[in-house]
């Protein structure tokens, strides 16, 4: 499955119900949906104490941004995403996902603000973008050519779209994607989603579902491949939808549920779940031979795992766990700390930390 890099920041967000007309700018049918709040995010004191501490991952992330879409964090109240995945249809040819993302702004913008915040990655050159009209709307498409090693190639490219509805509020998608402006109305929701959707506490932070009963079955292959617990492919076979939601207040809560077909569905889920949280506990006690540092991870991770509670209501299996802010922020420093350590590729940058005591 493909979800767009912006949902990494699902379990670090804060707290703003989502508006169901940022939904009618959706694919029909979505099988992902992702709803967080970013401005929440940016203001939590614990996001702020982290960016003081290491500067490079709000530099990191503002790049991604500006050069995906053009807007930085700071300038965002919400991001509603959803995706219909790709699919072969009978006669065997496959059709690619189609995903739109919606951004409520803080403030009102115009094309032309917008369009010279974009930053050009490097692999990208000759970056224009095409003025069309789609039913009532009016859309940028951008065009561009594939450049490495310096040497661009002769044929353009197309690329996302983007398109302001209103004054404060940004839409863009995939190539794919454009044909659902032409629609008019809010998307057909399947009644897995809807109930997943129905489903989420309207105070989360972050909230991402999944319509697995609909999944396309390339998809659900994948995910079966992947996912080697014992009893996974015939559990995953009970669940309509699952849906993860964070909360981050005083303390981060994060509940992942699983909408199955009947109660012995959800038993079924709950002890996948927990033979599959032994096998992690077991891996991450076995730190032989392993540097200190990413012993550190290890540990506290595990201390993690520990606290995780399963439980069953109905056709409802849970997992739940509630963690301090600072432990969160403590692995997410540690665990960069792991992957920028001196016997890391040269290339990459190690992290700049800064010291609040000096």
Known sequence: MRISFCAALALCLAVQPVRADDRDYLPNNFQIYISLDVAAVVKHQAIVDLKKRLPVIEQKFDAEMLEHIGVAPKDIVRLTMG??????DPTGVYHGDVGIGVLTLNKATTWAEIKAK???????????????????????????KY??????????????FFCLPKDNVLIFGSKEAVKVLERGTPPQ??????????????????????DLKNMPERERK?????????????????????????????????????LCKDDAGAVAVKKVADEGMAAVKFMLGATDKLPPPVVDVMKEA????????????????????????ALAIRLIEMSLAVEMRPDSPAETPRPKVVDEKK
């Open 83 to 88: 995706v219909q995945m790709g699919f072969d």
């Open 118 to 144: 974009f930053k050009t990655p490097k692999f990208k050159t000759d970056v224009s973008f095409e003025e069309m009209k789609v039913g009532a709307y009016t859309i940028y498409q951008e065009k561009f």
């Open 147 to 160: 450049s490495f090693g310096g040497k661009p190639d002769e044929k353009f490219n197309t690329g996302q």
């Open 189 to 210: 929701i399947s009644p897995a989603m809807a109930d997943a959707i129905k489903s989420a506490d309207p105070t989360s932070t972050a909230v991402i579902a999944l």
């Open 222 to 258: 994948s995910m079966k491949r992947e996912i080697m617990l014992p009893g996974f492919e015939e559990a995953i076979d009970q669940v309509n939808a699952a849906i993860l939601q964070g909360k981050l207040g005083e303390k981060l809560q994060v509940t992942a549920t699983a």
């Open 302 to 325: 595990a201390k993690v795992v520990a606290t995780i509670k399963t439980s069953t209501a109905g056709n409802l299996a849970k997992a739940e766990v509630a963690l301090e802010p």
